[in-house]
Nanobody, 124 residues
Framework: QLQLVESGGGFVQPGGSLRLSCTAS????????IGWFRQAPGKEREGVSC????????KYGDSVKGRFTISRDNAKNTVYLQMNSLLSEDTANYYCAASFGSDCVLTESGMDFWGKGTLVSVSQ
């Protein structure tokens, strides 16, 4: 099985923090750039952040710059998304996706396969 599994979602108050994890099974992430995307009901899926296969390059969507940090640990076959200063507008299903190659990709068309998602709810 080739699989990406997200974890770490949950319910948090505004201003709080969560750390999402994306772990691969059935393949190694060493040759894949990883992107985080999110989608709320009735809205288009948007790119949140991406990281190159080596971890040397990262990108962030404008709405999360300064608040979110992406990182990876290839030895653990895992990519993380640290989310701080969360806002109600961050509420969404969060998905990780893998793109073969070393470039940081933050477009849906550039991704080869996706995880099932994890829900992040930010509310009082």
């Amino acid at each position: 099985q080739l699989q990406l599994v997200e974890s770490g979602g949950g319910f948090v108050q505004p201003g709080g923090s969560l750390r999402l994890s994306c772990t691969a099974s059935g393949f190694t992430l060493n040759y894949y750039a990883i992107g985080w995307f999110r989608q709320a009901p009735g809205k288009e899926r948007e790119g949140v952040s991406c990281i190159s296969s080596s971890g040397g390059s990262t990108k962030y969507g404008d709405s999360v710059k300064g608040r979110f940090t992406i990182s990876r640990d290839n030895a653990k076959n895992t990519v993380y998304l640290q989310m701080n200063s969360l806002l109600s507008e961050d509420t969404a299903n969060y998905y990780c996706a893998a793109s073969f190659g070393s470039d940081c990709v933050l477009t849906e068309s550039g991704m080869d396969f996706w995880g099932k998602g994890t829900l992040v709810s930010v509310s009082q």
